[in-house]
């Protein structure tokens, strides 16, 4: 069985610039959730999306933003980019997003902006 | 507000020497527990879980057990390996939450053969 895959692997960006990331979950998953790794914050929930809802939101600005398909892969957006959004963005997927259900991480989109 | 304390790293073992991690969690509502490891350049992957208070969580030789008295799920493994080096993060999820993870601050395990 595929694992959870996010796409790219590596990105550059300058300052000001907007970014799509994005994450397929593992087949069969409905619930996708994205979380942000930096050294200094560790790591920081953003959002989850369950059958193309958004069910539940971080405290990150509103240059934040995903969506979720039909077919429950994710994207998630970043606007006009700051130094201070370079992170590792990791995505997981669930069965069916409760709280007990295990959730299955990608390897993660590795951001640095200049 | 919820959120989760883990003992500070690095923590620095021989080969076949015993590990505690140490975790506290402070929880609105009865939360499940959850250990994830992270390998260097890799994303989390689950390495145990527990649901409820006296459940032990176990996975390739780390065990974990959820002492609702105490607010802990305190990671052991009675020998490591060289292969154990990576990152570990204990987290909770509520389920006035759904599943969002709440993460400690992870600790940086190494061993030395």
């Known amino acids: 069985k595929a694992g959870v895959t996010q796409t790219p692997r590596y990105l550059i960006k300058t300052r000001g610039q907007q970014v799509t990331l994005s994450c397929s979950p593992i087949?069969?998953?409905?619930?996708v959730s994205w979380y942000q790794q930096t050294p200094g914050q560790g790591l920081q929930f953003l959002f989850e999306?369950?059958?193309?809802?958004?069910?539940n939101k971080g405290n990150f600005p509103g240059r934040f933003s995903g969506r979720q398909f039909s077919n429950s892969r994710s994207e998630m957006n970043v606007s006009t980019l700051e130094l201070g959004d370079s992170a590792l963005y990791l995505c997981?997927?669930?069965?069916?997003?409760?709280?007990?259900?295990?959730?299955?991480f990608g390897p993660g989109t590795r951001l640095t902006v200049l | 507000g919820n959120s989760v304390t883990q003992m500070e790293g690095p923590v620095t073992l021989s080969e076949e020497a015993f590990l505690t991690i140490n975790c506290t969690y402070t929880?609105?509502?009865?939360?499940?527990l959850f250990w994830y490891v992270q390998y260097p350049g890799e994303g989390l992957q689950l390495l145990l879980k527990?649901?409820?208070?006296?459940d032990k969580g176990s996975n390739k030789g780390f065990e974990a057990t959820y002492r609702k008295e105490t607010t802990s799920f305190h990671l052991e493994k009675g020998s490591v390996q060289v292969s154990d080096s990576a990152v570990y993060f204990c987290?909770?999820?509520?389920?006035?939450?759904?599943?969002?993870?709440?993460f400690g601050a992870g600790t940086i395990l190494r061993v030395k053969s």
């Open positions: 997981a997927s669930s069965r069916s997003g409760r709280e007990a259900d295990t959730q299955y």
């Open positions: 087949s069969g998953h409905r619930s």
């Open positions: 999306y369950f059958s193309e809802t958004q069910r």
């Open positions: 929880a609105t509502g009865y939360p499940s």
């Open positions: 527990a649901t409820k208070a006296d």
């Open positions: 987290a909770l999820s509520v389920p006035e939450g759904g599943n969002k993870l709440v």
